[in-house]
């Protein structure tokens, strides 16, 4: 019986290619070997070759150990994306390994960075949840995929799932920092209406420029962040201004040390 992954496509997730195939298991059994199989137990393998003498109620079966894939989502946030994947059966299933790559354009990175490993449920007849979520995302296009493991070592890679992490409202914002009161180091966050140079200062309570913490291009409908090292100031009362398009935003934060 071959391995089937069975996908449901679901809101956030788009498919790109079929998955891919996977290593090869063999089982030889020699000329001279007597196997006896009982009741309920199976002999699987990509290819099963006996030679010698076959007995029992068993089952003998060509092809890699069976884990049904029913159900995957990727659901992004401002900096992380959760991927949920359910699965129908599964034998002998050792666990999965979590895929991440870059995407630029329409071209999915080469490079696959492995992000960790969630274990199977080993012979399961009834349907397993499971969860994996990627934080500390900066703005972009992610591929993901799952490469599914069976106990000796037989693997299959599912289709790769693209998300957009840091999606934002199209709008001139720049929130409180967090945390504050701080010490020494801060974050704040903003977005922005259209694509263009955007610039963040900080001053003290006096007006006076302090230090220009950002002066680059941003793109519009992403949430970017801007941390900030106040370890050289004093504590007390100070200010950051987002300045774009001749537009000013201004927040007061508060260094404790």
């Known amino acids: 019986m071959k391995r089937t992954l069975h996908w449901l496509l679901m809101t956030s997730v788009l498919c790109l290619a ?5 290593s090869q298991s063999t089982m030889e059994f020699q000329s001279g070997t007597t196997i006896e199989v009982t009741s309920g137990a199976d002999i699987c393998a990509d290819v099963v070759t006996i030679n010698g003498t076959y007995s029992g109620a068993g089952t003998q079966c060509g092809g890699a150990l069976p884990v049904e894939l029913v159900a995957m989502t990727a659901q992004a946030a401002k900096s992380a994306v959760t991927l949920n ?3 129908a059966t599964e034998t002998n299933n050792f666990g999965f390994e979590i895929e991440r790559a870059a995407v630029s354009g329409q071209q999915t990175a ?4 492995n992000l960790g490993f969630v274990a199977g449920s080993g012979t399961s007849s009834s349907p397993r949840e499971y969860s994996y979520t990627d ?3 900066t703005p972009g296009r992610y591929a993901y995929r799952i490469k599914q493991v069976d106990n000796d070592g037989t693997f299959s890679y599912t289709q790769a799932a693209e998300v957009e992490v840091g999606l934002a409202p199209r709008e001139f914002t720049l929130s409180q920092n967090y945390p504050n009161p701080f010490n020494p180091w801060t974050t704040v966050e903003f977005t922005l209406p ?3 140079h955007v610039m963040l200062k900080l001053y003290d309570v006096t007006g006076r ?4 913490l950002l002066d680059k291009e941003r793109n519009a409908g992403y949430y970017h962040q801007v941390t900030v090292d106040a370890s050289r100031f004093g504590s007390g009362t100070y200010f950051l201004q987002l300045e774009f398009n001749g537009q000013q935003l201004t927040r007061k934060i508060l260094l404790v040390k």
Do not use: M, N, Q
């Not at 079929?18 to 996977?22: D, L």
């Open 18 to 22: 079929p998955f891919i195939a996977k």
């Open 85 to 87: 994947w359910t699965t």
């Open 135 to 137: 934080k500390s995302l």
């Open 209 to 212: 420029e302090l230090a220009t």
């Open 194 to 196: 259209v694509d263009g």
């Open 110 to 113: 080469v490079s696959w960075k």
